[in-house]
Protein backbone atom coordinates (compact mmCIF):
# COMPACT_ATOMS: atom_id res chain seq x y z
CA UNK A 1 0.00 0.00 0.00
CA UNK A 2 1.59 3.22 -1.25
CA UNK A 3 1.33 6.13 1.43
CA UNK A 4 1.53 9.37 0.24
CA UNK A 5 2.37 12.49 2.33
CA UNK A 6 1.97 16.04 1.20
CA UNK A 7 3.59 19.23 3.19
CA UNK A 8 3.99 22.72 1.96
CA UNK A 9 0.71 24.56 2.24
CA UNK A 10 -0.03 27.81 4.25
CA UNK A 11 -1.18 31.14 3.62
CA UNK A 12 0.52 33.22 0.93
CA UNK A 13 -0.89 36.83 -0.53
CA UNK A 14 -2.04 37.67 -3.73
CA UNK A 15 1.32 37.05 -6.31
CA UNK A 16 3.41 34.82 -3.82
CA UNK A 17 4.82 31.63 -4.37
CA UNK A 18 4.53 28.06 -2.34
CA UNK A 19 6.40 24.98 -3.05
CA UNK A 20 4.12 21.45 -2.45
CA UNK A 21 5.47 18.29 -1.72
CA UNK A 22 4.59 14.74 -1.88
CA UNK A 23 6.61 11.76 -0.51
CA UNK A 24 6.13 8.44 -0.12
CA UNK A 25 7.91 6.76 3.11
CA UNK A 26 9.41 3.22 3.08
CA UNK A 27 8.48 3.58 -0.97
CA UNK A 28 9.57 4.45 -4.11
CA UNK A 29 7.71 6.48 -6.50
CA UNK A 30 9.62 5.80 -9.32
CA UNK A 31 6.97 3.82 -10.66
CA UNK A 32 4.31 5.89 -10.53
CA UNK A 33 2.23 8.98 -12.70
CA UNK A 34 2.02 11.41 -9.90
CA UNK A 35 -0.34 13.91 -9.91
CA UNK A 36 -1.70 17.08 -8.14
CA UNK A 37 -5.50 17.35 -8.11
CA UNK A 38 -7.10 20.50 -5.75
CA UNK A 39 -10.45 20.93 -4.21
CA UNK A 40 -11.76 24.37 -3.11
CA UNK A 41 -15.23 24.66 -0.43
CA UNK A 42 -18.27 23.93 -2.17
CA UNK A 43 -16.12 22.44 -5.39
CA UNK A 44 -15.79 19.43 -7.33
CA UNK A 45 -12.03 17.93 -7.24
CA UNK A 46 -9.86 19.49 -10.23
CA UNK A 47 -6.77 17.86 -11.62
CA UNK A 48 -3.69 20.53 -11.57
CA UNK A 49 -0.72 18.20 -13.40
CA UNK A 50 1.04 15.22 -13.78
CA UNK A 51 4.06 13.71 -14.35
CA UNK A 52 4.91 10.49 -15.81
CA UNK A 53 6.92 7.65 -13.64
CA UNK A 54 10.76 8.09 -14.06
CA UNK A 55 10.74 6.05 -17.37
CA UNK A 56 8.69 8.60 -19.49
CA UNK A 57 9.15 12.69 -19.31
CA UNK A 58 5.86 13.97 -20.27
CA UNK A 59 4.21 16.20 -17.66
CA UNK A 60 0.80 18.16 -18.34
CA UNK A 61 -1.15 20.90 -16.82
CA UNK A 62 -4.57 21.51 -16.41
CA UNK A 63 -5.05 25.59 -18.39
CA UNK A 64 -5.92 26.92 -15.11
CA UNK A 65 -2.44 26.35 -13.45
CA UNK A 66 -0.56 26.32 -16.72
CA UNK A 67 2.65 28.78 -17.11
CA UNK A 68 2.11 29.56 -13.16
CA UNK A 69 2.51 26.10 -11.95
CA UNK A 70 5.59 23.76 -12.27
CA UNK A 71 5.44 20.03 -11.24
CA UNK A 72 8.78 18.11 -11.20
CA UNK A 73 10.41 15.03 -9.19
CA UNK A 74 13.79 14.28 -7.41
CA UNK A 75 14.00 10.95 -7.61
CA UNK A 76 16.79 10.76 -5.13
CA UNK A 77 14.66 12.18 -2.34
CA UNK A 78 12.01 10.20 -3.82
CA UNK A 79 9.90 13.15 -3.61
CA UNK A 80 7.40 15.41 -6.41
CA UNK A 81 7.00 18.91 -6.59
CA UNK A 82 4.73 21.46 -7.48
CA UNK A 83 5.68 25.02 -7.44
CA UNK A 84 3.64 27.43 -7.51
CA UNK A 85 3.85 31.37 -8.92
CA UNK A 86 1.44 34.47 -9.19
CA UNK A 87 -1.03 32.96 -6.97
CA UNK A 88 -4.43 33.93 -7.13
CA UNK A 89 -7.29 34.03 -4.48
CA UNK A 90 -8.99 31.45 -6.87
CA UNK A 91 -5.82 29.03 -6.12
CA UNK A 92 -7.15 28.61 -2.37
CA UNK A 93 -8.26 24.90 -2.09
CA UNK A 94 -6.48 22.07 -0.31
CA UNK A 95 -4.17 20.16 -2.68
CA UNK A 96 -3.60 16.58 -2.86
CA UNK A 97 -1.28 14.42 -4.27
CA UNK A 98 -2.14 10.99 -6.06
CA UNK A 99 -0.41 7.66 -7.77
CA UNK A 100 -1.35 5.31 -10.37
CA UNK A 101 1.23 2.97 -11.86
CA UNK A 102 0.80 3.40 -15.91
CA UNK A 103 0.01 1.07 -18.36
CA UNK A 104 2.31 3.35 -20.52
CA UNK A 105 5.56 4.65 -19.18
CA UNK A 106 6.02 7.45 -21.38
CA UNK A 107 2.22 8.77 -20.48
CA UNK A 108 0.38 10.51 -17.57
CA UNK A 109 -3.41 11.25 -17.09
CA UNK A 110 -4.75 13.91 -15.64
CA UNK A 111 -8.07 12.14 -14.59
CA UNK A 112 -8.59 11.41 -10.71
CA UNK A 113 -10.45 7.94 -11.29
CA UNK A 114 -7.03 6.48 -12.89
CA UNK A 115 -5.15 7.40 -9.29
CA UNK A 116 -5.30 4.23 -6.84
CA UNK A 117 -3.71 6.26 -4.06
CA UNK A 118 -4.03 9.65 -2.22
CA UNK A 119 -2.59 12.12 0.10
CA UNK A 120 -4.43 13.55 3.09
CA UNK A 121 -4.28 17.24 1.42
CA UNK A 122 -2.30 20.07 2.56
CA UNK A 123 -3.78 23.41 2.94
CA UNK A 124 -3.50 26.45 0.37
CA UNK A 125 -4.81 30.11 1.19
CA UNK A 126 -4.21 32.94 -1.08
CA UNK A 127 -5.09 36.49 0.57
CA UNK A 128 -6.04 38.98 -1.23
Known amino acids: QLQLVESGGGLVQLGGSLTLSCAAPGSTLDDYVIGWFRQAPGKEREGGSC?????????KYADSVKDRFTISRDNGKNTVYLQMNSLKPEDTAVYYC????????????????????WGQGTQVTVSS
Open 98 to 117: AAYRPMVPSMCVIHSYLFDY
Open 51 to 59: ITSSAGSQI
